[in-house]
C-alpha cells in the first residue's frame, strides 16, 4: 500500500484473511522493537483492504466493506441495527469520507460520524474527528462542543489541545 500497488496489497491481504480464518497464521505479540504495532486480525486486513480499494478507486467496494464492519446499509444508507458495532473507529472515518467526499452524500456522512461517537463514546479521536467534520462544514459551535468532550475525556491529549487552539483562532 505505500507504494502504490494497491491490487497486489489487495491479494497479499487476501491471502493474510484466508490464513487466518483457517488458523494457519499466529500473530506475534508486539516487540519491543514496535510497541506500537497493531496485532493481526480481521478487521486490520479489512481496513487495509478497504485503503487498498480506495487506492485502486474502487470507492463503492472500499464502502460496502468498511460499511459491513460498522453495520450501515449502503443501500438504504441507514444503520441496519440499533446495535453498537465493535468496530474500530477508523473503519467508522473511512466509511464517513468516502461517503461524503467520493459517493457526495453528506446526509450519510453525517449519521456515521453520529454513531461513531454514539459506538465509541469514549475515543477521543472520535469526537476530535468528528469536530473537524463540524468544523469544516461551518458548525463551529458542536465543533467546540466535541472537542471539549475529548478534552474531557483525556485532559492531557495533545490533539485535543491542539484542536481548541486552531478553533480558538
Known amino acids: 500500500l505505500r507504494i502504490g500497488r494497491s491490487i497486489d496489497a489487495r491479494e497479499h491481504l487476501a491471502v493474510l484473511k484466508e490464513r487466518l480464518a483457517s488458523g494457519d497464521l499466529k500473530d506475534a505479540p508486539a516487540s519491543k522493537d514496535e510497541p506500537d504495532r497493531k496485532p493481526l486480525d480481521a478487521s486490520l486486513i479489512n481496513i487495509l483492504t478497504a485503503r487498498s480499494l480506495l487506492g485502486s ?22 444503520f441496519s441495527s440499533d446495535a453498537a458495532a465493535s468496530a474500530a473507529t477508523e473503519a467508522y472515518l473511512m466509511l464517513g469520507a468516502i461517503l461524503e467526499e467520493k459517493l457526495n452524500d453528506k446526509e450519510a456522512a453525517s449519521r456515521v460520524l453520529d454513531r461513531l461517537i454514539r459506538d465509541q463514546k469514549q475515543d477521543v479521536q472520535a469526537w476530535l474527528a468528528r469536530s473537524s467534520w463540524y468544523r469544516q462544514h461551518g458548525n463551529l459551535d458542536a465543533a467546540e462542543a ?23 483562532l
Open 57 to 78: 478507486n474502487d470507492f463503492e467496494e472500499a464502502a460496502t466493506l468498511v460499511a459491513a464492519m460498522v453495520g450501515f446499509d449502503m443501500t438504504t444508507r441507514q
Open 146 to 168: 466535541d472537542i471539549n468532550e475529548a478534552i474531557a475525556l483525556e485532559p492531557d491529549n495533545v490533539n485535543g489541545i491542539f484542536a481548541g487552539f486552531e478553533l480558538a
